[in-house]
């Protein structure tokens, strides 16, 4: 149980075998994709969220065709 407790996204696979019945292979599949974590351990991409946020809440955002349209050949 400590080893299935232990699991995360780098750690994600358990192998064990269970006498008479074989060798099984544990897989940890994740529910949800979330950049909180991410988001929480590091203050740079917590500042660029909020600022991208708070942007798009000013009106100041852009879809993807504008800023398609607003790239150079160059770019």
Do not use: A
């Amino acid at each position: 149980m400590k080893y299935i407790s232990n699991m995360d996204s780098e750690n994600s696979v358990f192998q064990f075998s269970i006498p008479g019945k074989g060798k099984f292979t544990l897989v940890l599949q994740e529910d949800e994709q979330s950049i909180q974590g991410e988001v929480e351990k590091n203050p740079e991409l917590k500042r660029m969220l909020k600022e991208s946020m708070e942007q798009y809440e000013n009106g100041r955002g852009m879809t993807t065709t504008e800023l398609l349209k607003s790239l150079s050949k160059k770019d």
